[in-house]
């Protein structure tokens, strides 16, 4: 199937790989709502037709597997892509904050 020229692939195929992080090293601040946005998005991406076992959430209260690092997010079905575009926003925010 296809739209606009691409390829649609089925809802029960459909694979996702959600990251909520509330802690981060200092001096980026704790945030609040990271993890319970991703158990949101996760609920209503099975109202769409996403199969439990095909949506992957990762938290920096996981373990193990389940933690979001490099490795583990790549091995999970991220891509290189969006995992090096999430370091480079943490670095320039980490680096804005040591200038204020």
Not at 14 to 23: D, E, F, P, T
Request: charged share 30%; aromatic share 4%.
């Amino acid at each position: 199937m296809t739209a606009r020229g691409l390829m649609v692939v089925p809802a029960e195929k459909r694979q996702a790989v959600l990251i909520g992080i509330n802690q981060y090293p200092s001096p980026v601040s704790e945030l609040e709502c990271c993890v319970n946005d991703i158990s949101a998005l996760a609920e209503e991406l099975g109202k769409i037709g996403f199969k439990k076992e095909n949506i992957h959430i990762m938290t920096d209260k996981s373990k193990g597997e389940n933690l979001p690092t490099g490795k583990n997010i790549l091995k999970s079905g991220g891509s290189r892509r969006k995992y090096e575009e999430g370091r480079l926003s943490l670095r320039r925010l980490q680096r804005a904050r040591r200038h204020d």
